[in-house]
């Protein structure tokens, strides 16, 4: 996959995409991530690239000229049929593990990092393709939700992480929380891992997690509760669990 990100501010990507995860797999030459000032896109002598809301208002707003032909430049020297340009906002939708799976499907992503008090509305309407939030606050630049994305966009990258079941069992992936995960000591201050977890028995065990990935869902996050579709084995193993309240690290 190669990724485009179209910044104001390059410098600030530079510790994040040398190391951890990110690193590896640009390392391992299995994303090939480029970084774009959009400054220099710019023909004036001053290099300016925000100017004074239409209509009046606080703040400045990034001016298209400079974006669209920054995209442009990034799409000329693109090889690869499906380029997928995605504008960093507060107003897109909203990032969640489905979206992620759905980019990390592009063979080209172009990320445009939005500044000042916004962007210049031909850019979401006209240029990119798509429009995400990762969440429901406002960051002062589109820089770390790029760096967002492209986190959790290039761990789903065939090889990246190294063991293929952890992306399966992991948070989200089936519409639930994770289960509580412990590692030694067994007993830490008097603090005791759940005695299932040493027995040994797998069934029980993966029986335990399922139904603790079902209480921790239903007990924190009601809205993928409501979404989720429950098996038979679910719905029994959630009704045992609420009556024993099993809350075990929940
Ligand atoms: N830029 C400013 N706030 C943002 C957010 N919540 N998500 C993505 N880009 C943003």
Redesign the pocket.
Known sequence: MRIDILTLFPDVFGGFFAHSIVGRAVAKGVVDIRLHNVRTFTHDKHHVVDDYPYGGGAGMVLKPEPVFEAVEFVKQDAVLPSVHTVL???Q?RLLNQSVVRELSGYEQLVLI??HYEGIDERVAMYLANDE???????????EV?AMVVVDCVVRLLPGVVGSEVSLVEESYNDGFLEYPQYTRPAVYRGLEVPSILLSGDHKQVARWRRQQSLMRTAKRRSDLMAKAVLSDEDKKLLSDALQNQVTEGI
């Open positions: 960093l906002s507060p897109g990092c939005g995400v939030s990762i969440g429901d606050y406002v960051l002062s630049g589109g939700a």
